[in-house]
């Protein structure tokens, strides 16, 4: 099920973020801007996060490192709150404009203010919090305030800028006590701005009828991403898994493949006499390459971020059917400020 349209095979990413090292004085350098970004989570309202700075260490010594702080709008450090949920669909808050980047390699840390909680899973919500769906507020950690978002490479002279991607279905998770809301490392990546392009994906309301179980939309119907084209003769190679941490739940067969990013598919399609109107869900922040994409309906499974107090979470693999319909997946390839577009419907049947 592979797009006609070919576009440009996967770029090698630089990625890199603001700071010196990772090489000596005389060395060259680049002028390096940086932005966050989310792919929206489902079940809350608001994921407040506060940013401090970020971190640079030179892969070959881990003690040479230079930390970038965060200013305001007078040009002094000031740590930033935001609603990364304010920032989807291709918009971006800038943090840190135009530094100086020595060329080399580094590793990533990116430096949250007030994240974490009391031994007893309390805290203050004043920096960092997540507001539920029911307006229920609770308290946000960041492991020890920091986010190791690993390796990258300032490889070029010139000006660069990239973008901190956070997909939330992936790095929100509500921890076993559901009294607080932890964010990780884990689903939030480094891409270059100059290498992005979108996928918009189209759902109607005909499919949930004709999936193995019927379902309708809003109870865990989910579009799943995943990098690279994954079948052969028309027949997918690999099993498409849903949202899990491969560092959490470490008993995993090898063929299941780690969803890029997903989106739940909450809204049914408008009904007019012409038939069912499609819902677009866009996938924006996608560096150049290939990409497989799935739609699933799937009540049986969870596909949301998690619900502790029934044993879910986007930390461990749900065995979720994916693609379901079966025939519901494509092959799709990305270019820079392009959009490739499908559509789910009965045509594909």
């Given at each position: 099920?592979?797009?006609?349209?070919?576009?440009?095979?996967?770029?090698?990413?630089?990625?890199?973020?603001?700071?010196?090292?990772?090489?000596?004085?005389?060395?060259?350098?680049?002028?390096?801007?940086?932005?966050?970004?989310?792919?929206?989570?489902?079940?809350?309202?608001?994921?407040?996060?506060?940013?401090?700075?970020?971190?640079?260490?030179?892969?070959?010594?881990?003690?040479?490192?230079?930390?970038?702080?965060?200013?305001?709008?007078?040009?002094?450090?000031?740590?930033?709150?935001?609603?990364?949920?304010?920032?989807?669909?291709?918009?971006?808050?800038?943090?840190?404009?135009?530094?100086?980047?020595?060329?080399?390699?580094?590793?990533?840390?990116?430096?949250?203010?007030?994240?974490?909680?009391?031994?007893?899973?309390?805290?203050?919500?004043?920096?960092?919090?997540?507001?539920?769906?029911?307006?229920?507020?609770?308290?946000?950690?960041?492991?020890?305030?920091?986010?190791?978002?690993?390796?990258?490479?300032?490889?070029?002279?010139?000006?660069?800028?990239?973008?901190?991607?956070?997909?939330?279905?992936?790095?929100?998770?509500?921890?076993?006590?559901?009294?607080?809301?932890?964010?990780?490392?884990?689903?939030?990546?480094?891409?270059?701005?100059?290498?992005?392009?979108?996928?918009?994906?189209?759902?109607?309301?005909?499919?949930?009828?004709?999936?193995?179980?019927?379902?309708?939309?809003?109870?865990?119907?989910?579009?799943?991403?995943?990098?690279?084209?994954?079948?052969?003769?028309?027949?997918?190679?690999?099993?498409?898994?849903?949202?899990?941490?491969?560092?959490?739940?470490?008993?995993?067969?090898?063929?299941?493949?780690?969803?890029?990013?997903?989106?739940?598919?909450?809204?049914?399609?408008?009904?007019?006499?012409?038939?069912?109107?499609?819902?677009?869900?866009?996938?924006?922040?996608?560096?150049?390459?290939?990409?497989?994409?799935?739609?699933?309906?799937?009540?049986?499974?969870?596909?949301?971020?998690?619900d502790p107090s029934n044993g879910d979470s986007a930390e461990y693999y749900d065995q979720i059917t994916i693609a379901n319909p079966t025939e519901q997946w494509v092959e799709l390839s990305v270019s820079y400020d392009q959009t490739a577009a499908h559509a789910f419907d009965v045509s594909a049947l």
């Amino acid at each position: 099920m592979r797009s006609s349209i070919v576009f440009p095979s996967l770029s090698i990413l630089a990625l890199a973020l603001s700071g010196c090292g990772g090489g000596d004085s005389d060395s060259s350098s680049a002028m390096v801007s940086f932005s966050v970004a989310d792919a929206p989570v489902d079940d809350v309202k608001a994921v407040w996060v506060t940013l401090e700075s970020v971190t640079l260490t030179d892969t070959s010594d881990d003690t040479n490192s230079h930390t970038l702080v965060i200013n305001n709008s007078d040009g002094d450090p000031e740590p930033l709150l935001i609603n990364l949920k304010d920032y989807q669909d291709g918009a971006k808050k800038l943090i840190i404009s135009d530094a100086e980047v020595a060329l080399g390699d580094y590793n990533l840390t990116l430096n949250t203010y007030g994240c974490p909680q009391s031994a007893n899973g309390t805290g203050s919500t004043n920096d960092c919090w997540v507001v539920e769906n029911d307006d229920t507020i609770y308290p946000l950690k960041t492991p020890s305030n920091k986010l190791k978002l690993g390796s990258f490479s300032v490889s070029q002279e010139g000006t660069q800028a990239y973008t901190i991607d956070f997909n939330l279905r992936s790095a929100l998770v509500n921890n076993g006590g559901g009294d607080n809301y932890n964010l990780k490392p884990h689903g939030i990546t480094i891409v270059d701005n100059f290498t992005l392009g979108k996928i918009s994906a189209t759902v109607t309301d005909t499919l949930f009828n004709l999936a193995d179980d019927t379902c309708t939309a809003g109870t865990g119907n989910a579009l799943y991403l995943y990098q690279g084209w994954h079948s052969t003769s028309g027949i997918l190679d690999v099993t498409l898994g849903d949202e899990f941490d491969p560092d959490v739940d470490t008993d995993i067969a090898e063929d299941v493949l780690m969803p890029y990013a997903s989106k739940l598919v909450t809204t049914a399609s408008e009904s007019t006499p012409e038939g069912d109107v499609p819902v677009e869900y866009v996938f924006a922040n996608l560096p150049e390459g290939n990409y497989t994409l799935a739609f699933s309906c799937s009540d049986a499974g969870y596909a949301q971020n998690g619900d502790p107090s029934n044993g879910d979470s986007a930390e461990y693999y749900d065995q979720i059917t994916i693609a379901n319909p079966t025939e519901q997946w494509v092959e799709l390839s990305v270019s820079y400020d392009q959009t490739a577009a499908h559509a789910f419907d009965v045509s594909a049947l």
